[in-house]
């Protein structure tokens, strides 16, 4: 017998059919999938809800890099259609080629010439006078892009002329298709911040064209 209060015992019968009945609770395994299940859901659907949004996130990235080879492409030629700039066109193509995903007033595409490949993200040349390994207010310098300030990358913003050196540079802020993931993949806004670029050199075309001294189109 089982002593549950000092002046109360159950009977024998009692205590063997209520033993019996806690063996078959804990060995029972019927709903334990369904337990199991709804534990291990929520962090299946996180990661197929990631896996998503990281092959969107390629796909579009790999478009803006294939639209923007081909807009460097028609770039080097130095023509402008009629009717249109060069950066018109150029804009034109990389929006034929991102099928619709990039939102074109919303990107920020610049354009910078540089004298040689090696210079491309170099800033201006200038006299360290007092050696501290940057560049001080009255120190000389040699204003590479003619803008009349020292600037720590001496790309000049434009198309270029025949034979120049252009960069290519496409951003664009994807908005992640939920905010699940927006801690790990985007900003406080559901933003993640894409780019792509390319470096080609003019052809020696017969003149700069309509538009080679034109800037960056598109937000700073």
């Not at 939102?103 to 040349?125: A, C, H, K, Q």
């Amino acid at each position: 017998m089982v002593a549950c209060h000092p002046s109360v015992r159950l009977p024998l019968p009692l205590v063997l059919a209520l033993a019996t009945l806690g063996r078959r609770f804990w060995r029972a395994r019927a709903g334990a999938t369904l337990v199991e299940f709804a534990i291990v859901f929520p962090a299946f659907i996180l990661l197929a809800i990631g896996l998503i949004e990281v092959a969107m996130v390629l796909f579009v990235t790999s478009l803006m890099e294939g639209g923007l080879r081909e807009a460097a492409r028609f770039g080097i030629t130095g023509f402008a259609p009629d009717g249109q700039t060069r950066i018109e066109r150029i804009l034109q193509i990389v929006d034929e080629h991102t099928q619709g995903l990039v939102e074109m007033d919303e990107v920020d595409i610049t354009f910078f010439v540089y004298p040689s490949f090696n210079d491309i993200g170099e800033p201006e040349p200038f006299a360290d006078d007092n050696g501290n390994g940057s560049f001080d207010g009255g120190e000389s310098y040699t204003d590479v892009n003619g803008n009349g300030q020292w600037d720590a990358d001496m790309g000049a913003a434009g198309l270029g002329g025949p034979g120049d050196i252009v960069l290519y540079t496409l951003r664009y802020q994807w908005d992640l298709l939920t905010g699940m993931l927006d801690p790990l993949m985007g900003d406080e806004n559901g933003l993640m911040r894409l780019s792509a670029s390319i470096v080609v050199r003019n052809e020696p075309f017969g003149s700069a064209g309509d538009g080679s001294a034109g800037g960056a189109a598109g937000s700073p």
